[in-house]
């Protein structure tokens, strides 16, 4: 990933499937994990604490997305078939479920990778309808278990 962000919206693709176009660029959200040790007399201050490691997700807004392509996107690492559910106990990793998710800026080219990106589309809904199809999607980006980055 380079570090020269440009603004603007971006094109979407996982596993090279064509997702759409995004809103207004994306975000990259780390959630840090850890255990607090609070032995203070009241059990309220945080005096040390255990580092357990840390999340990210990327997550935008698709505007003009592709049905076809989000179909597959959402039901691809869970078992190829749109309302299949197969796949369970598979590793995401190992398993081969996580694919490239790659962000390209529309005008400069740009492009943001993130090998290891599985759909987290927990909360996420789309319709099929005549309004202007926006639809929030998230994707937990999984760190390369060779060099345990979560980009290059």
Known sequence: ???????????????????????QGFDIRPQHHRDDSRI????????????????ISVSFQLSDWSTSGLEEALSLPYGGTPGLVANVGALFVAGGLA?????????????YSFTH??????????????????????????PDPTTNKFWT
Request: aromatic residues 12%; proline residues 1%; charged residues 15%.
């Open 1 to 23: 990933m380079a570090y020269g962000f440009v603004a603007g919206a971006y094109t979407a693709t996982w596993n090279a499937i064509t997702l759409g176009s995004t809103l």
């Open 40 to 55: 203070d007399a009241m059990g309220d201050t945080v005096v040390d604490g255990v580092y357990r490691g840390y999340n």
């Open 99 to 111: 694919k490239t998710l790659a962000l390209t800026h529309i005008v400069s080219g740009n492009d």
């Open 117 to 142: 990106a599985i759909p987290d589309f927990e909360h996420g809904a789309y319709s099929l309808n005549n309004h202007m199809r926006v639809m929030t999607c998230r994707f937990l980006i999984l």
